[in-house]
């Protein structure tokens, strides 16, 4: 059982995934720093500085004042909080359809692109020169 699982988890796949995951954890942490420290500001600053990082609906308790004493008095919509995840969605989401669509195109090249014709190997090169010094003769 001790050596399935060691070939399960050596597999190519299985390292690939991994990467792909610790890869996507850091592209995470670098989508939330455009949407958190250039896109939120500067959509605060159309908005004439709302920050929507504490915009709630607060639905239980007497008013609060910031968004976590609103979430302890009881139930609360975060909808700004809900935006800023939506436009980290939307960074992702664009991101990986322009990768996606680039791959598609480079593999509908790859395959409208005539093969390259292999090599003639040496011997039979060798033969042709052998034959044609013969035909000479």
């Keep these: 059982m001790l050596k399935e699982f060691r070939e399960f ?4 796949n299985m ?3 991994a990467i792909g995951i610790i890869i996507g954890a850091a592209f995470s942490g670098l989508v ?3 949407v958190n420290d250039i896109i939120m500001p500067i959509v605060g600053r159309i908005t ?6 504490n915009k709630y609906i607060q639905l239980a308790g007497d ?5 976590e004493a609103a979430r302890k008095a009881g139930a609360t ?4 909080n809900f935006l800023t995840l939506l436009i980290n969605f939307l960074i992702v989401a ?3 359809f322009m990768i996606v ?3 598609n195109t480079l593999r509908r090249q790859q395959a409208a692109a005539p093969a390259a014709p292999a090599p003639t190997p040496e011997d039979v090169l060798l033969l042709r020169e052998i034959r044609d010094q013969l035909a000479k003769k």
Excluded at 48 to 53: C, E, P, R
Excluded at 63 to 67: E, G, N, R
Excluded at 77 to 80: D, K, P, Q, S
């Design 9 to 12: 988890a050596l597999k190519g």
């Design 15 to 17: 390292m690939d995934l």
């Design 32 to 34: 939330q720093s455009i």
């Design 48 to 53: 004439g500085g709302i920050d929507f990082t």
């Design 63 to 67: 008013p609060q004042p910031t968004l």
């Design 77 to 80: 919509i975060a909808y700004g």
């Design 94 to 96: 664009w991101i990986l």
């Design 101 to 103: 669509k680039g791959m």
